[in-house]
């Protein structure tokens, strides 16, 4: 019985924030459906600066339960700046979290309303986020030969138009790093070896295309690349061979005690502008985070083990800035589902938005 109580806990690490976060999603939608309508004669900037104040409200909502909520400890690296800037924040991808340490540099800058992301093209068919990632400024993108360099370069230019903010976060290696998916690695490997470049260990070959599109697209337009590499403490076994990344679900039930996270801040200056040179780069760059991967995880020295090379800050984020966004989504949605109205407008909004919303994407993303 006792086991059973155990367990029956630790599950329910995991349920409540998954059901808040998604319970949450048709009042949030409604919300920003209401302002999108209201706002269809006023200049865009006026849409843009209140849908990036909603974001920011979901998204520190969101910080509550992967910061505050599982007390995960975050040591900062490098030059994070204090003020937001236009950026490409580009890193390595190992985890569904991924998404989310985008979130945790952004809210330390002012900048969480701000954040848009290069997303791979299935996403788009999530039931309400993928119609509205694409609303916030996400630019869907598929693999190889289907990229489609000309939309993304007219979505890139209509959002510098408009003057909109950007942190537009690329994850270049375009799919996860799993030490226990050997063929991808391998398969990886081998595309850098036959391009004559270096073998990389703990992160992917990157691609170059979406990278080069947003930086030729905004060179005019940016501050600077935030170079970033993050290793999830508690990811290597009892050999010493490095694991699996948390899921999302595993990172709610507090299984990461601690994120690192090495930020690198290249002005845009430093960033050659040919896809051929750019490509070098980029891949440079990634020889770089698989240094100090390989520092991390397979040092001989113990002490080196489990960090990067450095100081770190431990950056504990504030109640104040993600507390009040949990009791105002929930607040509403609990409000919205004491009445038999609210309710069938709460469940309207799930079936209609998400097929509303699939069309949508279907047409336009």
């Not at 490409?88 to 800058?109: G, K, P």
């Not at 209509?158 to 398969?187: D, H, Q, W």
């Not at 990067?308 to 800035?321: D, H, R, Y």
Request: with cysteine; aromatic share 12%.
């Amino acid at each position: 019985m006792l086991l059973s109580l155990v367990l029956h806990m630790y599950s329910m690490c995991c349920v409540l924030p998954a059901a808040v976060l998604l319970g949450t999603a048709p009042t949030y939608v409604l919300a920003w459906g209401a302002w999108r309508l209201l706002s269809a004669f006023l200049p865009s900037r006026f849409y843009q600066a209140v849908d990036d104040r909603l974001y920011c409200i979901y998204q520190s909502m969101v910080l509550f339960f992967f910061e505050n909520y599982t007390g995960v400890q975050i040591l900062l690296y490098g030059d994070l700046p204090k003020n937001k800037e236009n950026i490409i924040y580009l890193a390595n991808h190992q985890s569904t979290v991924d998404w989310i340490v985008a979130d945790i540099l952004a809210i330390r800058q002012n900048a969480l309303g701000h954040v848009r992301y290069v997303l791979k093209d299935g996403l788009k068919w999530l039931p309400l986020y993928g119609c509205y990632f694409s609303q916030h400024g996400g630019i869907y993108v598929k693999r190889s030969a289907k990229f489609n360099e000309k939309e993304m370069r007219k979505k890139l230019q209509s959002y510098i138009n408009a003057g909109t903010p950007m942190y537009l976060v690329i994850f270049p290696e375009g799919t996860r790093y799993n030490p226990e998916l050997t063929k991808v690695i391998s398969a990886s490997q081998t595309f850098a070896a036959q391009e004559g470049l270096p073998v990389l260990k703990h992160v992917l070959t990157p691609r170059i295309k979406a990278t080069h599109v947003a930086f030729d697209s905004m060179k005019n337009y940016l501050d600077a690349i935030y170079d970033v590499t993050v290793a999830f403490e508690g990811t290597v076994d009892d050999k010493g061979q490095r694991k699996e990344a948390p899921s999302m679900a595993e990172f709610l039930c507090k299984e990461c005690p601690k994120i690192h996270i090495h930020i690198d801040r290249i002005d845009k200056k430093d960033v050659p502008e040919e896809q051929v040179y750019m490509k070098r780069w980029l891949h440079e760059r990634f020889e770089i985070k698989d240094k100090l991967l390989i520092e991390f995880y397979d040092s001989l020295d113990p002490e080196r083990r489990n960090k990067f090379p450095g100081e770190s800050v431990n950056s504990k984020l504030s109640l104040k800035k993600t507390f009040p966004s949990f009791l105002i989504l929930s607040g509403l949605t609990a409000g919205m589902l004491m009445t038999e109205a609210g309710r069938k407008l709460y469940v309207k909004t799930w079936i209609y938005g998400t097929l509303i919303g699939c069309l949508w994407v279907s047409i336009k993303a």
